[in-house]
């Protein structure tokens, strides 16, 4: 019997193009192939790219790059570039010139065509180029096999994006915002949880806009955390990313109601001044945002609170960056994920006058992590000595003698144990914190 070609794809990005990655996975099983640990030993490659930054852009394309060595190597060896970065305009045809050793460069529209499109690019000597440029169809979001020991699962919910931040990319390579039924969410989250899966991601550019582009179903975000609820088996139901200015009190009061949703409030702020928030056109000024982090906390008053954060956009002064500072010394959060502000070609705020040096932005984000990696290691030093409750993803991939899971409130929880404890609830006593993650041991 003839052995199986292989595959491995090479995801960058936000957890939408590690959904799509399982997508075209699952095609890729359909089609016979087989998965490879190894890009360097595949037969079929795909890189799924971002382009939210530059930095992530340069990623990819230093992954290409290397790729092109093993490929002269060995020719049959298929290259595919797929993800937000060849959607962007005009970017496709310089990837192809920059690439010619690609087979395939796709953009984020074309995923239900992938099947046929690796067909057709398969023994090209150019790269073939296909980008549609809206959306034409959802993709069938195909499983592939059992996920077997996995127990947490990424089920998108929408695609896209109808917000024009002037910073960002992603309503241009994303495309308008596209959901799927709701049957059809409720449908996948059963089949998973019939394989095991106990936990699922409810993804999305801005979750809270579920629904509004199907007025005849009549189901909002708080409709479908409410419709999955009711699934048997499910334990916990997660979502990102929710955007602050349609966060209605419904989906709090749902939230707080609910015994699967999960206690974490991601609500990307970006800045803590109005001057920045206006000209970044988020929809709301920072009193907006303080007033729903009061009613989250009255709510849940447990609930973890984690954020985006952006550093030196066009116009920034040490001022706005102060209150910035502040915000994050006054809010306490969690976590926040922070960045230096890069230009998107296209995007408004590429072209606005006033940018900030390099310099300015990387000692403003150097004093921006050092606070709130003082504020993480403090909030998770308070919670030792608590027990919480694990559910198990596995042995740690860095240190598989522990096993690695999250609490509630998602907090990445390491902690001694067998593997076969994958998959359950485990109760765990909280003994030492770091700034990312909680050392536990087992709780009788
Ligand atoms: N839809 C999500 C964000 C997706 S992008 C939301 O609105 O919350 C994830 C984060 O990347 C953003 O929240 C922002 O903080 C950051 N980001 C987006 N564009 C950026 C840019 N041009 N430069 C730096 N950071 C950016
Ligand atoms: Fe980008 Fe704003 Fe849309 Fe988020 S809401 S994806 S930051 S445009």
Redesign the pocket.
Known sequence: MALRPTAHIVTYG?QMNANDSEVMLAYLEEMGYEWCPEPEDADLVMVNSCC??KSAEDRAMGRVGELKRVKDQRPTMFIGLTGCMPQQPGRAEEIARQAPHLNLVMGTHNLARFPELALLAKDRATPLVEIAPEPDQLPAFPRGQAPGERVSAWVTILRG?DKR?T????PYVRGREMSRPVDEIVAEVRTLVSQGVREVSLLG??VNAYGKDRPADGVTFSGLLRRLEEVDGLWRIRYT?S?PRDFTQEMIDTIAASKKVSDHFHL?V?SGANAMLKRMARGYLIDRYLDLVRRVRAAIPEATLTT???VGFPGERESDFLETLQLVEELRFDRSYM????P?RGTPAADFPDQVPLSVKQERLARLMEAQDRISLEKNQRLVGRTVEVLVEGPSPKRPEVLTGRSRDNRTVLFPGEPSLTGSLVPVRLVDAHTWTMLGERAS
């Open positions: 936000c939210v930054r994006c931040c910073y960002c990319i992603v550019q801005n990313t955007h990307p970006q985006d954060l952006i960045f230096m502000y890069s998107r």
